[in-house]
């Protein structure tokens, strides 16, 4: 079990670190902490996979005030979705005919919901940036919701003003995301082992013998 776990978490981070590829070559706008890190990427030269990554271990500082700890699955997200981002902009095309731009961004958006599910369903922690906004909700009683809203109107916020991309694609997403990952959580989640019922042993009848 542990196996496939592992497998379904890697598998799902490449997916992801491709969406992302997908997103950005599409043109059409990219999803709030996408904005945040293109923006940073506009600034700064690097890659947007590099600052993925180096966002990725800055949020984690954040998680030590909010007393969360990160799985296996926490540290291979923080790493392995920026290196996959950038393997998918060497791989991919940019397109700028509008209907290649339409088709890429529903392939984003497809992936990224089958990659989050996948990922999300191994079980092995959650990635930084949802670590923080669980770990905000428990830290100050706010519901999950408005820690996830307030944090991404921040970032997106802050992405537009370095130069991210806001588009249809970042609406689009902030609609279609979340039903698409529940809808599809239902069949990537690994079940949690039961611990097997022992036995019951037959009554000994020389001693329950009248």
Not at 77 to 86: E, K, Q, R, T, Y
Request: with cysteine; net charge positive.
């Amino acid at each position: 079990m542990m196996t496939r776990r592992l497998l379904q978490l890697l598998i799902g981070l490449a997916m992801y670190g491709m969406s992302l590829a997908m997103f950005i070559r599409a043109g059409l706008g990219l999803d709030p902490w996408d904005v945040f890190h293109q923006g940073l990427a506009v600034k700064t030269g690097l890659s947007i996979g590099t600052v993925v990554v180096i966002v990725s271990f800055l949020v984690l500082l954040l998680w030590i005030p909010l007393r969360q700890w990160p799985g296996i699955g926490t540290l291979c997200n923080a790493v392995l979705v920026g290196v996959f981002a950038d393997v998918g902009l060497a791989l991919i095309p940019e397109f700028s005919h509008p209907g290649g731009q339409a088709g890429m961004l529903a392939g984003a958006i497809v992936l990224n919901g089958i990659a989050s599910a996948c990922y999300i369903g191994a079980r092995l922690g959650p990635g930084a940036r949802d670590g923080l906004m669980t770990g905000l909700a428990q830290r100050t009683g706010w519901s999950v919701r408005t820690s996830r809203t307030g944090i991404e109107i921040v970032v997106l916020a802050a992405g537009w003003v370095l130069g991210g991309s806001i588009g249809i694609g970042t609406v689009l997403y902030a609609v279609a995301i979340g039903p698409l990952v529940q809808l599809l959580l239902q069949r990537f989640t690994v079940p949690e082992l039961t611990k097997p019922e022992l036995p019951v042993a037959a009554p000994d009848p020389a001693v329950t013998a009248p």
